[in-house]
């Protein structure tokens, strides 16, 4: 059964830090390609950063760029969101995704966690 379970959310003042983790489970997480998205209320999902298989590729959204970063330890099967400089905009539900696009698309989500930034 494919499992990708976030963690680590929560209330943080702004210009603060925090980290979120994603556990998975059920699938080669090696192979994929691993994103962290967002969704703020009355908002679309939107990408946040990205992660290559290996973890030597990486890309950001611009408003997140030099603020946050992605990383992965494959002997875990996890992937990381440190997020630092915390802005009220960085408010939203931040969801895990795992995609490997080789002929046909295998693509997993995880049930999102929250990360509120405020005062």
């Known amino acids: 059964q494919v499992q990708l379970v976030e963690s680590g959310g929560g209330l943080v003042q702004p210009g603060g830090s925090l980290t979120i983790s994603c556990a998975a489970s059920?699938?080669?997480?090696?192979?994929?390609?691993m994103s962290w998205y967002r969704q703020a209320p009355g908002k679309e999902r939107e990408l946040v950063a990205g992660?290559?298989?290996?973890?030597?590729?990486?890309n950001y959204a611009d408003s997140v760029k030099g603020r946050f970063t992605i990383s992965r330890d494959n002997a875990k099967n996890t992937v990381y969101l440190q997020m630092n400089s915390l802005k009220p905009e960085d408010t939203a539900v931040y969801f895990c995704?795992?995609?490997?696009?080789?002929?046909?698309?295998?693509?997993?989500w995880g049930q999102g966690t929250q990360v509120t930034v405020s005062s």
């Open positions: 059920g699938f080669t997480f090696r192979s994929y390609a």
């Open positions: 995704y795992a995609r490997l696009g080789l002929g046909r698309v295998y693509e997993y």
């Open positions: 992660i290559g298989s290996g973890g030597r590729s990486t």
